[in-house]
């Protein structure tokens, strides 16, 4: 009798373990997925926003010429200022000294 008693046990016990081996089992095959699928939608976000950076660089660089365009025709510009202010500063200091002999009331 303690045999079989001993031999029930260990069936028990052997039936137990398989469960809990299985159960265990199928609850880091799950966590396994749950993860899979958090990754799966980091990566796609990190595409996503790859792609959003890389359109910004480009619109940045298309500023960037058009700044250079703008910057050369504000130097132009500039220097056709400079041109005219000397000239104008030449024709006052030249009136200046003709009106200086020019009485006022």
Request: charged share 20%.
């Amino acid at each position: 009798m303690p045999f079989w008693l001993a031999l029930a046990v260990a069936l028990v016990l052997t039936i137990a373990s398989l469960i809990y081996v299985t159960l265990n089992a199928l609850d880091a095959f799950r966590t396994f997925k749950a993860v899979s699928r958090n990754l799966t939608a980091a990566t796609d976000h990190v595409t996503a926003t790859t792609a959003q950076i890389e359109r910004h660089l480009e619109l940045a660089a298309e500023s960037g010429s058009r700044l250079e365009a703008s910057l050369g025709r504000l130097r132009a510009s500039r220097a056709q200022l400079n041109v005219l202010t000397s000239a104008l500063a030449d024709v006052r200091e030249s009136v200046d000294r003709v009106t200086a002999f020019v009485p006022r009331k």
